[in-house]
């Protein structure tokens, strides 16, 4: 059957302008194309359906009815079924229609004919039959592949509709549509977020499950991010809006959402390709057996068992099942073709900072040299890292606060990812980074080394061309990080790998830690594009990293998996799959998702073919009947719907494990 997007071509046709927008999609509901949505176009239409199918069926019982009751009253019964088939055939028969004027000839077409051929025949009663289960599985697909736009309305349902703004030191109602970037307003317990925004007084425990799947709360506080659609648990809070509409992390995750159902996997484009030819193959068949039997119900019945609603239902609801258990986990898939390949991956590499670690760096040594002391380092080195959202530029702001120390003011400032920053301060040039990105702009640094600094993520500090320092700091290997690896070995995957801009001495103490089987330490970003393309020769590769500073890595990988893309632009746009937690755990289950989803859908095209072939033998052979190739179109149909939705319970056993961790 034709699955209509009926919404999405409205979005794309119209001009998008002022009261006839508003017009077009009704009450302010938001669109993932243009804005907003209507409230339920293809809902009306598919309830209209049902209604057709309601009153079609029961003229039709009516007319089985009467004639059992009055056998008398044959023109009852009969006007009563002609109505009814009328009734039904007609949503059948107009979309047949209208393939046809399109120049399309597809998969309505058998089913139209072979209605109007029982119609001809006089069968009423048969054609009626015939009509309501098709109509019945109609319905059952247009409501099964509007998956998306389904999402989608949950979703918008998360955001609410006003918001309370603060003006004047006063909470003032307003749309949430007309906020800006830069507005305060104020957000009570028990109320979802409108828009994206930093809080500025207050703290609260917050669910951020509709979008990182997790269950566990987690406290926020004035400077913390907070996100649209998540909901505030426990204290009042007012925030600054900082992004709105389509921009917030909200927005983002419905657009993939969107663009991963409205994506075609490799077999539903083979079966787009030869729709074209099916039908007339199938009327040629009927041409023939035509020829031979001279049997009318024959015909009708090979038309109507032909029709294969059931193979090509067999992916798309695979799809949308496997789409929404992901998203459920918190793991949002940009395009179908990349959940695909996750059941082909054979290698993985992970980032480690931010991703087999905690990523949260602490500072455990400063050691000035020069007379310096180590406020003064520590000064220096801060004021240095201001603008930049390293990892080691946190923890260094982040001890200055705790120790008061006030930062200078910088003039320019320059940041190579990977290698350091370099900006003035007092008319001097202030360099912080790597030992050997110093070294190449002339300064000793070898001499500066220290036993001490064994294990630990060391960064130079240099005053125009002088050396002044270095910094140790630490990070924590994830308490997850070695059974995920352990669960990736038991799902097929050949070879795991580190790579880290950071020295031989810590990578060799984390890797040691974790048993992975292969680590590159001191890694430029270039490095590790290098190593990605050097696995990838030998298998299928995904890198996984914090989209931040690995994003060269992730475009390189044959599947790129941002970890904590929740509120970053960077992750969502550099990684083929995004991870809104940074649940490592997310990572196997990803896999074992992409390679059930790869088995219910070659399940499905099995028991589709099986019905299909299997009904048209029946039929040329006069083995089956119209009626029984209608109800087992339907039932092929519910058959393959019913075994797709087994994968959206996948991943059930992670939430509920959180669930009991989180009221533990």
């Known amino acids: 059957m034709t699955i209509e997007h009926t919404h999405d071509q409205q979005c794309q046709e119209h001009n998008h302008a002022g009261s006839e927008h508003k017009r077009q999609h009704g009450k302010g509901m938001t669109c993932p194309v243009c804005g907003t949505i209507s409230e339920g176009v293809a809902h009306e239409r598919s309830m209209g359906k049902v209604g057709i199918a309601v009153a079609g069926g029961f003229f039709i019982v009516n007319s089985y009815i009467l004639g059992w009751l009055l056998p008398e009253q044959t023109f009852a019964a009969s006007f009563s079924a002609i109505i009814g088939a009328v009734a039904l055939a007609f949503p059948i028969v107009f979309t047949a229609i209208k393939d046809l004027v399109k120049g399309q000839v597809y998969m309505n077409e058998l089913v139209a004919l072979a209605i109007l051929a029982a119609m001809v025949g006089g069968d009423f009663r048969t054609a009626g039959i015939i009509a309501f289960f098709l109509l019945a599985t109609i319905i059952i697909e247009s409501r099964t592949a509007s998956g998306a736009q389904r999402s989608i309305e949950e979703l918008v349902k998360l955001t609410p509709n006003t918001a309370r703004k603060i003006v004047d030191g006063r909470e003032v109602e307003v749309q949430a549509l007309e906020l800006k970037v830069g507005d305060i307003i104020s957000v009570r317990p028990g109320e979802?977020?409108?828009?994206?925004?930093?809080?500025?007084?207050?703290?609260?425990?917050?669910?951020q499950a509709s979008i990182t799947g997790e269950s566990l709360p987690l406290d926020k506080a004035v400077g913390d991010d907070v996100f649209a659609g998540t909901q505030n648990l426990t204290g009042q809070i007012e925030m600054e809006v900082t992004k709105i509409?389509?921009?917030t992390t909200l927005g983002k995750v419905k657009d993939m959402i969107l663009a991963a159902e409205s994506s075609r996997t490799p077999i539903v484009r083979i079966i787009d390709r030869y729709a074209g030819y099916y039908t007339p193959t199938i009327l040629m068949l009927a041409v023939v057996t035509w020829s031979f039997t001279q049997s009318m119900e024959r015909v009708i019945t090979l038309m109507v068992i032909a029709c294969p609603c059931a193979i090509v239902l067999a992916t798309p609801t695979a799809v949308v099942a496997a789409v929404a258990a992901a998203a459920r986990l918190g793991i949002f898939i940009k395009n179908i073709s990349h959940l695909e390949l996750a059941a082909k991956i054979r290698a993985f590499i992970f980032d480690k900072t931010g991703t087999l670690t905690d990523g949260i760096l602490s500072v455990t040594k400063l050691n000035p040299i020069a007379g310096m002391s180590p406020a003064e380092l520590l000064k220096l080195a801060a004021s240095a890292e201001v603008h930049s959202n390293h990892p080691t530029a946190v923890a260094l702001q982040k001890l200055a606060e705790e120790a008061g120390v006030k930062l200078d003011k910088t003039?320019?400032?320059?940041?190579?990812?990977?290698?350091?920053?370099?900006?003035t301060i007092d008319g001097k040039t202030i360099r912080v980074g790597r030992a050997g990105w110093l070294e190449k702009m002339g300064l000793e640094v070898g001499k500066h080394h220290d036993d001490e600094s064994h294990g630990m993520s060391v960064v130079y500090v240099a005053s125009d061309d002088k050396v002044v320092g270095w910094i140790g700091l630490k990070d924590k290997i994830r308490n997850e990080t070695g059974q995920i690896l352990s669960d990736l070995k038991t799902l097929g995957i050949k070879h795991c790998a580190m790579v880290t801009?950071?020295?031989e001495s810590v990578a060799k103490t984390i890797a040691s830690g974790i048993q992975i089987d292969e680590y590159r330490a001191e890694c430029l970003p270039e490095d590790k594009v290098e190593y990605v393309e050097k696995v990838k020769t030998s298998s299928r590769v995904a890198v996984v990293g914090d989209g931040v500073n690995d994003a060269p890595a992730l475009a390189a990988g044959d599947l790129?998996?941002?970890m904590g893309a929740?509120?970053?632009?960077?992750?969502?746009?550099?990684?083929?799959i995004a991870l809104m937690t940074n649940d490592l755990r997310r990572v196997p289950m990803l896999i074992f998702l992409s390679r059930k989803m790869r088995t219910i859908i070659n399940q499905n095209l099995f028991v589709g073919m099986i019905f299909v072939l299997g009904g048209m033998i029946l039929a040329v052979f006069g083995e089956l009947g119209p009626v029984a190739a209608a109800v087992l179109h339907t039932l092929s149909t519910l058959l393959i719907i019913f075994n797709s939705a087994r994968l959206v319970r996948v991943g059930e056993e992670l939430t509920l494990e959180e669930s009991r961790t989180a009221q533990d």
Do not use: C, Q, T
Not at 197 to 204: D, P
């Open 192 to 207: 979802n977020f409108p828009v994206d925004g930093r809080v500025l007084k207050g703290e609260s425990a917050v669910n």
């Open 245 to 247: 509409g389509e921009d």
């Open 411 to 423: 003039g320019s400032a320059k940041e190579e990812h990977g290698k350091g920053v370099e900006v």
């Open 501 to 503: 801009g950071d020295r």
């Open 560 to 562: 790129g998996i941002a």
């Open 566 to 576: 929740i509120g970053s632009d960077i992750a969502v746009n550099s990684a083929s």
